[in-house]
């Protein structure tokens, strides 16, 4: 239920007919309304010079305004690339010469990591599309796990846990007469 004119704001929540309560917002020339509905809570924007657009985030369009957006939060596997390359983990990342399995690809980077005593674990990532690859093995003997892929991050597979505990938990040797605290 709108106003009679049509020049403001509704007055009425579209979804239960509550009450709506008003903010405004006026930045230079601009004005934006932002409306909460006292029954269910529901939010909705108004600009006087699109009164018949809603957007889909209404608090994200009241306090930023409509041509702006807050930026892309990059995938957690993207994260995590980036994460483990500086300290304390200096992981060593290297583009693989191969398509990714999934989405055919070019973007796989791989890495060798000790995740405990006496093993290794060959880690492949993709950045397209998060898929890993993880195999590990035993250090100095012809002995290996099958490969475990994975592509699930939320909540992470077998194949997204081995590689987060790879190169998040790393062995480290410990050096004689090194302070163990």
Do not use: K
């Amino acid at each position: 239920m709108t106003q009679q004119d049509g020049s403001g704001p509704p007055r009425g929540c579209g979804e239960c007919e509550g009450t709506l309560f008003w903010e405004a917002l006026h930045e230079g020339p601009w004005e934006r309304w932002l409306g909460i509905c006292d029954e269910c809570r529901r939010m909705v924007c108004f600009l006087p010079d699109q009164p018949g657009w809603e957007p889909d985030d209404p608090l994200q369009v009241f306090l930023l305004g409509p041509a702006r957006r807050l930026p892309e939060e990059p995938p957690a596997w993207v994260r995590l690339f980036r994460m483990t390359q500086g300290p304390p983990w200096g992981v060593e990342w290297l583009h693989a010469p191969v398509a990714c399995e999934r989405c055919d690809l070019h973007t796989c980077f791989h890495t060798r990591v000790f995740p405990r005593h006496g093993v290794l674990a060959a880690c492949l990532l993709c950045l397209a599309c998060g898929r890993v690859v993880v195999e590990q093995a035993r250090a100095g003997i012809n002995l290996r796990e099958a490969p475990v892929a994975g592509e699930e991050w939320t909540p992470p597979d077998i194949g997204v846990a081995r590689l987060r505990a790879a190169l998040l938990r790393p062995y480290s040797i410990q050096q004689p007469g090194e302070d163990e605290s």
